[in-house]
Nanobody, 123 residues
Framework: QVHLVESGGGLVQAGGSLRLSCAAS????????VGWFREAQGKERDFVAA????????DYADSVKGRFTISRDNGKNTVYLQMNSLKPEDTAVYYC????????????????WGQGTQVTVSS
């Protein structure tokens, strides 16, 4: 089992930046693909970004391309989501997930999820 913990959320003005972290409990977490999803109040959980075990970003949602960057530090078993030029529509709870296969936008059927971290962007 992979235990995931998200952190780094908070309240920020539109145009500001935040960096989210997803820390994994397993020392072999570098074998896993990792993805970020977000869930706004009253809406479905939607894909944001994904990264391969080697640190190659595999996909970004169109709504965040050019603004968000996913990266990882396998020595720390941590994946990051750098969020720049934040917009009010980015407001959501952000979750990370991990899988031995590629994380893709078309499913939420992943075995491991964190508890989420709240991001609120004010206008």
């Amino acid at each position: 089992q992979v235990h995931l913990v998200e952190s780094g959320g908070g309240l920020v003005q539109a145009g500001g930046s935040l960096r989210l972290s997803c820390a994994a409990s397993r020392h072999d977490a570098s074998s896993y693909h990792v993805g970020w999803f977000r869930e706004a109040q009253g809406k479905e959980r939607d894909f944001v970004a994904a990264i391969s075990p080697s640190g190659r970003p595999t996909d970004y949602a169109d709504s965040v391309k050019g603004r968000f960057t996913i990266s990882r530090d396998n020595g720390k078993n941590t994946v990051y989501l750098q969020m720049n030029s934040l917009k009010p529509e980015d407001t959501a709870v952000y979750y990370c997930t991990a899988d031995l296969g590629m994380v893709v936008p078309t499913t939420l059927e992943y075995p491991y999820w964190g508890q989420g971290t709240q991001v609120t962007v004010s206008s």
